[in-house]
DNA sequence: TTGAAAGCGATACCAC
DNA sequence: GTGGTATCGCTTTCAA
């Protein structure tokens, strides 16, 4: 039998095979026209045979480039990253780069994981409260492209989120026209921007009126955390909880199951995302185009990344529009559901 | 030739400025034993002066080796690929891995791109029907380590996936306690093998029995796919329909809604994955163990990778165990759901 | 312990 | 058009 080719070919042994040189082979196989057809054709009749792939570590070192860029997100779980992140991918990979992704999450050794990752790339997108301002400002300072999503804005570096303060205002005055009067906020505004921007919004809409608003942290914005926080919240009744992501929400919707609460006669509750279970759990939520986030900073990371030098021009924010959904959790509406 | 405006220093500044050769600033860098802490730590000094960071085409090009693996998958819409990417991503990072992905989704080029990620790691997961099989078997036979996931078996290479056709068959089984006889299954066993797996239990369950199963492929696994494929089946009255996934199950509800069926009473519905949004909508399902699939993957990729070359062992199996998981949606049961 | 130098595998400039 | 070769930045013998 015949044996395992696996020690890959180099360019030599291409050049060697179509007897020619390694820069003619270098020419043909990336197709410049200063190449006979006659050699090109034999130049890719070697490198079939002998199943040549060029090393993407000589050619970056070459190059001066990677063509590849990466995205930093906290975490994966929740469809929101989730989405935001195949929205970048999708974009990129259209641009002609490799995504490399890194999960900040659990990690003790976050930083040096971004650092790393800053060298493995032409850019980087940076997502969310990864990594602090200090080490945003450090790799940009480098001259690397960067882009940040949903997140405080870095003198001098992209930013892209979702609108968070006006629709979370429109959303709490949607609530005040429900009547409800005591509202309890369920999130940790000093954990995300993008917290911190929806409990403006609702501090906003409630300025200046009766209604009493209330915070309480959490310890997280998934469902288990919710569902903790809101035993604690249903011990003050109040008329509604704005919950700063749609997975706290549903928690709370189970609490208040459990707690015999009728949602949302007895406690209106709202989420944020418009996650896939939100419609199925009439949850009155936000959406936002987390498709179009992800694309969006793969898109301009690129024209960062293919800028003349020179041409450098000022940093860019753009803020993406965000709607207000309607459902069931906000309160009695005229119409009666089934 | 135009000037580097922010070139990053490299080993032969840092060399320069403590005085050393880049020999010994490579060894102080890497905390080699052969230095002394003295000059260790005037090199350390020196880069930290310089900002230095190894380029990394140029160690991985030194190495052989790029100290990054990668995973493919179809798509990331839908929290099932999320999870297992996740998953994969958090292992993989902590055993020191950077992680590239590739969503082939709605490429025309995928089979290039694939080819092109495989330059660019040490290791490879391909995930479901991403590439034919000629794909992975030419990319395994060059040497790459790789590791299939919820994905027909192809020789020689290392597969996990998550159980279907048992657990398809109790689930088909619950069924028909509830007296289910006319069952659809929407889902095509074409399209994945997962899903040929899960009909092929259904299947089983129903032989010898007096029950009637019908096969509806479907455009799909999404919420949009299930609800039009679920204006056809609906027309035909059948007691149950065995979706291939909760989101095309999720659809079916819509649609049975939108026809003014009671479920379960009129219509029974299953579904397959276990979604947060199975849980609100009372659907009957089957969870499998998402994250653990993706941790497995990197798990195996890895021992694949650092294998001494010799001991390489027999390509490895496993099927992690999936369980059915009973909610309302399946028929009426004993108690009384509010 | 440290340094000199030989790769690693491409790209691209400069002659011919 | 092609070939020779310097270069990219680092790791790793091999000597000293």
């Given at each position: 039998m015949a044996m395992k080719a696996l020690s890959k070919a180099t360019i030599y042994q291409v050049a060697q095979r179509a007897g020619v040189s390694i820069a003619t082979v270098s020419r043909a196989l990336r197709d410049s026209d200063l190449v006979t057809p006659e050699t090109r054709e034999r130049v890719h009749a070697a490198a079939r045979e002998l199943q040549f792939t060029p090393s993407r570590p000589a050619r970056s070192l070459a190059e001066g480039r990677h063509a590849a860029n990466g995205i930093v997100f906290p975490?994966?779980?929740?469809?929101y990253y989730a989405e935001v992140v195949l929205g970048y991918e999708a974009t990129a990979g259209s641009l002609g780069s490799s995504v490399l992704i890194l999960a900040t999450n659990g990690r003790p050794d976050a930083e040096a994981a971004v650092r790393e990752l800053a060298g493995r790339v032409d850019g980087l997108t940076v997502m969310g409260r990864t990594v602090g301002d200090d080490v945003v400002r450090g790799i940009a300072s480098t001259g690397l492209p960067m882009v940040l999503l949903a997140r405080d804005p870095v003198d001098g570096v992209d930013t892209v989120r979702a609108g968070n303060t006006n629709t979370a205002k429109a959303l709490a005055e949607h609530l005040l026209g429900h009547g409800h009067r005591t509202i309890t906020f369920l999130g940790d505004p000093d954990g995300s921007s993008d917290v911190a921007g929806r409990f403006a919004g609702v501090r906003a809409a409630l300025a200046g009126t009766d209604a009493l608003l209330s915070l309480v942290r959490g310890n997280g914005l998934d469902l288990d955390s919710g569902r903790t926080a809101a035993r604690q919240i249903l011990a003050d009744r109040p008329d509604a909880v704005v919950c700063a992501n749609d997975e706290a929400a549903l928690g709370v919707l189970l609490a208040a199951e459990e707690a015999g609460l009728d949602v949302p006669r007895d406690l209106a509750v709202t989420g944020w995302?418009?996650?896939?279970?939100a419609r199925f759990a009439g949850l009155t939520t936000v959406r936002q185009p987390m498709r179009e986030l992800g694309a969006t900073a793969a898109r301009w990371l690129n024209r960062r990344i293919n800028e003349p030098p020179l041409e450098n021009t000022a940093a860019r924010r753009r803020i993406l529009a965000t709607e207000v959904v309607i459902r069931r959790s906000c309160g009695v509406h005229e119409e009666v559901h089934p």
């Open positions: 975490d994966l779980v929740g469809p995302d418009d996650l896939l279970a």
